[in-house]
């Protein structure tokens, strides 16, 4: 079974400053890594995935993320800390099936709140 | 519109009533999932479905059922509402081809 475990619940940063948050993973067999983007009242927008290829993965809204796998990490970053990135973020894994593709279910971490000061 | 979409969005409801919450959607996907997000705990999958003959349980099923009536629609339902049901609750499909889901707007329920 994996699981996935997000390193403070809470991270807050100044607007211009760079955004870290952390995830890592335990998995049997190397996972498909994601991060979600939580805004209030909202459902979830994926940000960025790995699947397969280049480890560091670019996604929406200037957030990128690195596939780790001796350290088991899928950390995202962000440069530079916008007011609009305030929202709840989720790194979750779902296993790849011997044929490639996806089990579809997704395990989460307990999610990171990030806010943002002027 | 939205691809992925439940109904209702609120709902609050008396402990001991039978509820449902819908879901239906417009990808064209074949997978359907139920998970429920509470605060500090992420998202717990419910249950999922492959196709509309493929029922399976998901991490914490105790206490709901789901109903695939059509490869579009994918219902939850809580057949004796209890507080601790309280939960914010999301629909979300896949295609098997693809790695990443697509999630709804949400339901909010409140159990009292």
């Known amino acids: 079974a994996q699981s996935v475990t997000q390193l403070g619940s809470h991270v807050s940063v100044s607007e211009g400053a760079l955004v870290l948050l952390r995830c890592n993973y335990s998995?049997?067999?190397?996972?498909?890594l994601f991060w979600y983007v939580q805004y209030p009242n909202q459902g979830l927008q994926l940000l960025l995935k790995?699947?397969?290829?280049?480890?560091l993965v670019k996604g929406i809204n200037g957030f990128e993320a690195e596939f780790k796998k001796s350290e088991t990490s899928f950390h995202l970053t962000k440069p530079s800390a916008h007011m609009s990135d305030a929202a709840e973020y989720f790194c979750?894994?779902?296993?790849?099936?011997?044929?490639?593709?996806?089990?579809?279910?997704?395990?989460f971490g307990q999610g990171t709140i990030l806010t943002v000061h002027p | 519109d939205a691809d992925v979409t439940q109904t209702p969005r609120n709902r609050i409801t008396k402990t001991g009533k039978r509820i449902m919450l819908e879901c239906s959607q417009t990808?064209?996907?074949?997978?359907m999932y139920w998970y429920r997000q509470d605060p500090g705990l992420g998202l717990r999958l419910i249950y999922y479905?492959?196709?509309?003959?493929?029922?399976n349980k998901g991490e914490i099923s105790d206490g709901y059922s789901v109903s695939r009536q059509a490869q579009a629609k994918f219902s939850l339902s809580l057949e004796s509402a209890i507080p601790n049901q309280t939960a914010l609750y999301f629909c979300?499909?896949?295609?098997?081809?693809?790695?990443?889901?697509?999630f709804g707007q949400g339901t909010r329920l409140t159990v009292v």
């Open positions: 979750a894994v779902t296993l790849r099936n011997a044929g490639g593709t996806s089990y579809g279910k997704l395990t």
């Open positions: 979300a499909t896949s295609n098997y081809m693809n790695t990443e889901a697509f």
């Open positions: 790995y699947t397969t290829g280049a480890t």
């Open positions: 479905s492959f196709d509309v003959k493929d029922i």
């Open positions: 998995s049997s067999v190397p996972p498909y």
């Open positions: 990808k064209g996907h074949d997978r």
